[in-house]
C-alpha cells in the first residue's frame, strides 16, 4: 500500500495505539470559524485546515487516476470522501463544550478539498452544527480541535485563527494554548476530583491531548 493511503487509512485505526506511545506524524494548520444565529446561539463550526507538506505530497499518487501530477477536481473530491469517512469515528477531531457538557455535533453534509498551489498544501474545509443551538449568554463555551491518540497535531499560532461570526457584540474569545505544566496541573485536579463511582482514568493518567489542545474560550455573559 502506497504512502499516501497508508496514511489516511491509519486515520481509521487511530485508537489502536497506546497513548504513552503516540506521537504526531501528520501536522495540521488550523482556522476555525465560529457562527452564531445572530440571537445569541451559537449554530456552527467552519474547520479550515491546511494538511502539512509530505501528508499533502503523499495523497498525490494514490488519487491522481489521470497521472496529470496534480489532483483534478474529481479527484480532490475522492480524497475528501476518504478522509471524511476515516475521521467520522474520531468526531471530526472537533469538540464543543458547554458550562464543561461535551455538546454532540452533526456529521458535515459537505466535506471539501482543494490544493493550494503556493504552499502545496491540501485543504479541507467543513462545517459542522451543533445537534442543538448552544445559549451563549448562559454558559462558558470552548471550543477546539484535537485527535485524542495524537497522531495528528493540530496548530493555532494565535487568536486570529479561531473567527467569531454573527455572535452578540458583547461576545470575547480567548485563546489557551497549555503547557506541560498546566496539563500536570490537569491532572492533579482531575486526579483530586475522582470520586469511588467514577471511572478510571485513561492509561496514560490523562488525556494528554485534549490537556495540551489549543482551545477558544468564548464568554458573552457580560
Known sequence: MRAALAIIVALSWLGAAKPSLAHPHVFVDGRMEITGDGHGHLTGLTNVWAMDELFSASVIPDFDKNAN???DPGELAAVASQVRTSIAEWSFYTFLKSNGHEVPLDPPKDFRA??????????FRFDL???????LK???VTVSNFDKTYFVAFDFPDDSRFALRHLPASCH????????DEA????????????PADSTPPEDGINFSEALATRVEIDCRS
Open 129 to 135: 452544527t451543533p445537534q442543538h443551538p448552544v445559549d
Open 69 to 71: 501530477g496534480k489532483l
Open 184 to 195: 500536570e496541573k490537569i491532572w492533579q485536579d482531575t486526579m483530586a476530583a475522582l470520586g
Open 173 to 180: 474569545k480567548r485563546m489557551v494554548t497549555p503547557t506541560p
Open 138 to 140: 448562559g454558559a462558558d
Open 114 to 123: 482543494s490544493w493550494e498551489t503556493a504552499s502545496g498544501k491540501l485543504i
